[in-house]
């Protein structure tokens, strides 16, 4: 029934960011107005800071139990493990803070980026695994574990950073528009798209959940989700949603969750950092 509801509502709606747009037309900035735009007409109550807080920053009903979790957080342990691992000299005697120069005043904020030189995405997990292997060291999985554990600590130490994700170039804008389609495009049996959910329909319920607005989705991350039982990357989430949906995940890293995360990056320009957080 729920279900039902979101198709319809998605269908009639459609407006927002739904255009269909040529390569050349893509407006960053414009999208980012419109995205604005939309939850401010959309919830009056939430402030546009508040967004960092996900679904409760439209939901007061859960944010008491959500605040009273995150006084004695589930994901400190691993902020102490990412705080080791960052430190912790590799075979040649270098280590990961060796190639995160200012990390004591935040670099999380900086993440992802597009790098002219290789025409790739950067994000913050990619660092930390290119770091490793410049240094002889094998890459971490990409999904939890070690590598969330040090994106934790990193993002803690960027809390209150703004993110100011720059789409400059064609070469970039190319990126953000795989993003932008990838976020657009209706996928799986259940042919939705994230913003079907994630714009739409934020504020919804579907099943026993109410659907957190795109704006300010990545701010937290990497996240202890209670039914991980752990923490994950936004990767690892973006390949939950996928299969949400009953379509094929993509490989975390991938080309095209960079560009997912681009985009979806981009969205949330002007809020802080808040990583890690913690969620249902
Ligand atoms: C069928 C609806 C549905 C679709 C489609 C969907 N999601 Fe989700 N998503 C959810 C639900 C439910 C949650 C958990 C509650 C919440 O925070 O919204 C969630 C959570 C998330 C979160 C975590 C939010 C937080 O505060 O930690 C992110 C990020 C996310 N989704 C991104 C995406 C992206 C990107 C896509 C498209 C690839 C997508 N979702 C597609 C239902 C959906």
Redesign the pocket.
Known sequence: MK?MR?LTAAAVVGALLSAPVMAGNVDPAADLKAVRDYFAKKFPETPFNDYI???YSIDPASRAQWEAIEEFPPYEPNIDKGDELFHTAFANGKSLADCFPGYENGVRQNYPFFDKATKQVITLELAINQCREANGEKPLGYKKGAIADISAYLAFKSRGKKFDVKVEGADALAWYKRGRD??LAK??Q?N???????VY??GNY??A????P?L???T??P?Y?SKWGELGT?HR??G???K??RAKPFKAQSEEYRA?EFF?TYLSNGLEVNGP?A??
Do not use: E, M, P, W
């Open positions: 279900t979101i807080n996900g679904v990838h976020f996928r799986g259940l939705l798209a994230c913003a079907d959910c994630h329909n934020a579907v099943r959940d109410l659907l957190s795109a300010g989705h990545v937290h991350f996240v989700r936004l989430r973006y939950g949603c996928n949400q949906v997912l979806h957080g969620r249902k």
